[in-house]
């Protein structure tokens, strides 16, 4: 039995104590907990043999660092994660509470068990196995953990583009996306990137009675509704006016490669989602809608009355939240530009509407072919024992195009997570046969570099 199987019981329990840190980012009563959450994983990286370790303090969340660079003459790989999470809510939907991990099945259920924790705890286990086992690593390695990606923080950001000689590598490994079926090892080549805002509408100074003013006074969430409509139409077509200029449409190659992937559409849009019938633009294929075209969603409406029973009010004010997702070759300042535009040109008579961006980051595509990818998908092929897939994903990790932009270095994408492990939603999990073959893949692609 290898190192790596002789010591699962004490993977799962390390990373249940991890798990058991309600490290949400989002809500600042949480600011103790995350604070502890970058001190354990400060403790795991000091006791895998890592030096310098230490929580570099700024504006924001703490970042942990630490490296090791004890292989002169070898390259240098940089592993980035993040140890904040989601908030839990809905509460009752969860079958276990979110912060008392627990394992049924081959699955380990809380909040941050693949976003990000598991994934951060496999990377820091499969150096200090190598460290154990062989007293060195194979390349340099350092560490940059960070505390507000899931609330979009730019400290990260602000660091990184300050170019601290300490972050110099040769490519960045980011566990911190999933597999596109199980059993399939996945490097994932592109994300989208995104722009997150807040549309403020007001009509009167005050709440009116609806029947007294009702057909002379303006309607805030009319308002939004209106203007909703006039940013994308019934198809899903974004009607921004040059929001789609930029777009770079995936090659001959990649489409093929994404329609040749095992895919079942009936069970991933009733089983997966639990929906009843798909939408989006016509004629595009799906991957290509997910991966490489640009949305607008709406995620909250909030104004007027929501209460039990009847109220008959026209609101003063309402606020909605918004994004757009962005694909390659878009960039987020234009992109708000131009949003900022079309809701101005959109807005009804008699209310003023006030565009704010909560926070950005750009898109990213990376040209697989390169020799960290390449390794990457070795050592996961013969970790799992099949090929390795390319593919891309719809979700964002803004740090990945800062990584390009501003240290010049790739990211390689080995993430460990199933389209079914209820990211960001009640009952999030993380498939215990991945966890662990995680941890060996990236000791396996440490070695292969080291070669
Ligand atoms: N790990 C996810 C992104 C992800 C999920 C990538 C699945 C690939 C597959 C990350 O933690 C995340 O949720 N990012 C946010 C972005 C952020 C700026 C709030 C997202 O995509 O909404
Ligand atoms: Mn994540
Ligand atoms: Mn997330």
Aim: charged share 25%; net charge negative.
């Amino acid at each position: 039995m290898s190192y790596y199987q002789q010591h699962q019981a004490e993977f799962l329990e390390g990373l249940k104590t991890f798990l058991r840190i309600p490290s949400i980012s989002t809500l600042s009563e949480h600011k103790p907990d995350i604070r502890r959450a970058a001190e354990f994983a400060r403790n795991e990286l000091q006791s895998a043999g890592m030096t310098n370790v230490e929580l570099i303090e700024g504006k924001g969340n703490p970042l942990v660092y630490a490296e090791w660079l004890g292989a002169p003459g070898k390259p240098t790989i940089l592993f980035y994660g993040h140890y904040d999470v989601q908030p839990p809510d809905p509460l009752d939907e969860w079958k276990s509470p979110p912060f008392e991990p627990e394992v049924r099945g081959d699955n380990i259920y809380a909040r941050g068990a693949v976003d990000d924790k598991g994934q951060v705890y496999l990377q820091i286990k499969a150096v200090e196995g190598l460290m154990k086992t062989t007293g060195k690593l194979p390349v340099n390695v350092k560490f940059l953990l960070e505390g507000e990606e899931e609330t979009g923080g730019e400290h990260i950001e602000a660091y990184v583009r300050s170019k601290p000689p300490r972050l110099q590598a040769d490519a960045a490994v980011v566990c911190d996306t999933e597999m596109f079926a199980p059993e399939m090892p996945t490097i994932c080549v592109g994300l989208r990137g995104m722009v997150y805002y807040e549309l403020f509408v007001e009509g009167a100074s005050h709440d009116l009675h609806s029947g007294v003013y009702g057909g002379a006074a303006p309607n805030p969430i009319q308002a939004i509704a209106e203007i909703l409509c006039a940013l994308k139409d019934r198809e899903g077509h974004i009607l921004i006016p040059g929001f789609y200029d930029r777009v770079i449409p995936p090659s001959v190659k990649e489409r093929e490669a994404w329609a040749s992937l095992p895919f079942d559409e009936k069970e991933y849009t009733e089983k997966e989602m639990g929906a009843r019938e798909l939408v989006g633009e016509p004629g595009v294929p799906l991957f290509e809608r997910v991966w490489a075209r640009p949305t607008l969603e709406v995620h909250g409406i909030r104004g007027g009355f929501t209460g039990e029973g009847a109220k008959t009010v026209i609101p003063a004010r309402a606020t909605a939240k918004i994004s757009t997702r962005l694909v390659a070759d878009q960039r987020p300042d234009e992109a708000a530009d131009q949003l900022r535009a079309a809701v101005k040109a959109a807005c009804p008579k008699g209310v003023i509407a006030e565009v704010k961006v909560l926070h950005s980051g750009a898109p990213s595509l990376t040209n697989p072919d390169n020799p960290f990818i390449h390794a990457a998908a070795a050592a996961m092929k013969e970790v799992f024992g099949r090929d390795t897939v390319y593919i891309r994903s719809g979700g964002s990790i803004p740090i990945v195009g800062v990584f390009d932009r501003y240290l010049g270095i790739p990211s390689v994408m080995m993430g460990f997570g199933l389209p079914d492990d209820n990211l960001h939603a009640p009952n999030e999990k993380f498939h215990l046969p991945n966890f662990y073959r995680g941890i060996e893949a990236v000791a396996r692609y440490l070695e292969i570099l080291g070669e």
